[in-house]
């Protein structure tokens, strides 16, 4: 029982002892930060590149570009509306899909 009462106590000399626990906040803060940094700059900010470099392609997409599919269809574009893009996929056959669906434009 003797034991158990001194794993639960607090420090010896109880919480005035202590005197930095300010300290001790602030140094369990500073691997959060330093994890969160290394986060952004390897996870976050890369991605965030690549969706912007997707939007400006999406944006320069026009009628007669050869594109890849996030499916793996290629096609020829053939019509470029708001959200969907017509793709000529064979002779007479057009298939039309979301325009966030384009993976790449080929270039010939």
């Given amino acids: ?6 794993a639960m ?3 010896p000399g109880g919480a005035a002892a202590g005197g930095a626990g ?3 906040a602030f ?3 500073i691997p ?3 994890m969160f940094v290394i986060f952004y700059f390897l996870l976050i900010r890369p991605q ?5 470099e997707h939007k400006a392609l ?5 009628k007669g570009d050869t594109v ?4 793996g269809v290629h096609g020829k574009v053939t019509a470029v509306e708001n959200e969907l893009v017509t793709l000529e996929v064979a002779q007479n056959v057009n298939i039309k899909i979301t325009k966030s669906y384009i993976a790449t434009i080929k270039k010939d």
């Fill in 48 to 52: 965030q590149k690549k969706a912007k």
């Fill in 9 to 11: 106590g607090g420090a």
């Fill in 58 to 62: 999406l944006e320069s997409m026009k």
């Fill in 27 to 29: 140094q369990q803060i």
């Fill in 22 to 24: 300010g300290g001790a």
């Fill in 68 to 71: 890849i599919t996030a499916g």
């Fill in 32 to 34: 959060l930060v330093f």
């Fill in 1 to 6: 029982m003797f034991g158990l009462a001194y």
